[in-house]
C-alpha cells in the first residue's frame, strides 16, 4: 500500500516497510486495498467521459458522475494526505531531538490512525447524505428579490430586540444569549437579518457569533453565514467555523422549511470540510416543557454533520419562537430554552 503519492514508489514503498515494522501504520487488507483503489481509479475518471479500463467492470460507472460522490472521495484524499503530512513532519521532528527515535514514532502512531480513521467515516458519513438527499451538485440559485430580512416563519420568527436565553448543562455549565439585532447585513447580494450569537463558560466568554438569516418569498428561511468569534482566556483565538454564502466555495442552507414535514431533509449550510449541518424533520405536533415553559405544537428534527460522525442532536422549535431544546444523544446534554427577554 503506497501511502504517500508525492514521493517516488520506491521510496514509498520503504517509507510503507518501515512505519509497519515499527506498528506505525497498520498491514494493508486486500478487500480495503482493492475498495480504495477502486475509488482512487474512479476519482482519477472526468466528470465528461470514462477512460476504458480504468477501473474493474464489476464497478457502476455511473458513480463517476456523481459530484457529490466525488467530493466526498476527494475529501477524504485530502484529509489522508494532510494526516501523512503531519505524521512525517513529526517525524522530521523525532531526528533532531534526543531519544529514542522508535519511541519518539510510537507516541505519534495513535493520532495517525485516529485522523485517518475519522477521514474514513467522515467520507462514509458524506456518501450516506449523497444517497439520502439523492443530489448531484449543491448549489442553490438565490434571487435576491425573492428575500426579505423580515423573518415571521412560525418555527424560526426573528423579532428585532428579542434575547432568547439558553442553558447547556454540561461540563462547565454554559449559557448562550440569542439576540435578533434590528441591523441588516448584505451577504452574496441578499439582505439578511442579523442575529448575535454569545456563549459564556463559569461566567467566561468563550464564543461571539453573528449569524444572517433571509426568508424566501415562499416562507422558509434561509442560512447564509456567520462570523465566529472564538475566545480562550478572555482573547480573542480564532475565527473558525466562519463562512459566507458566494465566498470559497461557501452555499447557504435551509434553517427552516415553510411547512415543515416528517421525512424533510436538508442542508442548513455548506463550506465542504468547515460547514456541513444537516437536518430531518422526525415529528410534528410535539410538547416540549422547558425552565421557559411548555410550549405544544412543536416540530422534532434531528441535526448532525458528517464533519462529526455519529454525533446526532434531536433540536425543538416552537410556535412563535423558534429553539427550545436540544439533546445530544451521545452524551445526554440538554440545551434548555430558560428565559424570552421582550424587546424593549
Not at 416543557?289 to 448532525?304: D, H, K, L, Q, S
Request: glycine residues 8%.
Amino acid at each position: 500500500m503506497i501511502l504517500f503519492p508525492f514521493v517516488t514508489a520506491d521510496l514509498a514503498a520503504r517509507l510503507s516497510a518501515a512505519l509497519f515494522a515499527i506498528g506505525a501504520v497498520a498491514a494493508p487488507g486486500p478487500v480495503i486495498e482493492e475498495q480504495i483503489a477502486i475509488e482512487r481509479a474512479l476519482l482519477a475518471l472526468s466528470a465528461d467521459r470514462a477512460l476504458p479500463g480504468l477501473f474493474p467492470p464489476a464497478v457502476d460507472a455511473a458513480i463517476v458522475h456523481d459530484a457529490c460522490v466525488r467530493a466526498a472521495l476527494t475529501a477524504r484524499e485530502a484529509a489522508f494526505a494532510e494526516a501523512q503530512a503531519d505524521f512525517l513532519f513529526a517525524v522530521a521532528k523525532c531526528t533532531s531531538t534526543e531519544g529514542s527515535f522508535g519511541h519518539c514514532i510510537r507516541e505519534l502512531r495513535q493520532a495517525f490512525h485516529e485522523a485517518r480513521a475519522l477521514a474514513q467515516r467522515q467520507y462514509e458519513a458524506r456518501r450516506a447524505v449523497c444517497r439520502m438527499l439523492d443530489e448531484d451538485t449543491y448549489d442553490p440559485d438565490l434571487q435576491e428579490t425573492e428575500f426579505s430580512p423580515t423573518i415571521d416563519n412560525r418555527f424560526f420568527p426573528l423579532v428585532p430586540g428579542r434575547t432568547l436565553v439558553y442553558r447547556t448543562n454540561g461540563d462547565p455549565v454554559e449559557e448562550t444569549r440569542v439576540t435578533t439585532l434590528a441591523e441588516t447585513f448584505v451577504v452574496d447580494d441578499i439582505v439578511c437579518r442579523a442575529v448575535r450569537d454569545t456563549v459564556t463558560a463559569g461566567g467566561e466568554l468563550v464564543e461571539d457569533t453573528d449569524d444572517w438569516f433571509a426568508q424566501h418569498r415562499d416562507g422558509a428561511v434561509w442560512y447564509l453565514g456567520e462570523l465566529a468569534r472564538n475566545y480562550e482566556n478572555g482573547l480573542l483565538h480564532d475565527l473558525d467555523g466562519s463562512w459566507s454564502a458566494g465566498e470559497d466555495g461557501a452555499h447557504p442552507g435551509i434553517q427552516m422549511k415553510a411547512n415543515p414535514r416528517v421525512g424533510d431533509s436538508y442542508r442548513q449550510e455548506f463550506l465542504l470540510g468547515d460547514a456541513e449541518d444537516l437536518a430531518t424533520v422526525v415529528a410534528v405536533g410535539e410538547t416540549v416543557r422547558v425552565p421557559a415553559g411548555t410550549f405544544t405544537g412543536c416540530i422534532r428534527t434531528e441535526e448532525w454533520s458528517p464533519l462529526e460522525p455519529g454525533i446526532v442532536e434531536t433540536k425543538y422549535y416552537a410556535p412563535g419562537f423558534g429553539f427550545v431544546l436540544g439533546i445530544n444523544q451521545t452524551s445526554g446534554v440538554r440545551t434548555e430554552l430558560v428565559r424570552v427577554i421582550a424587546p424593549r
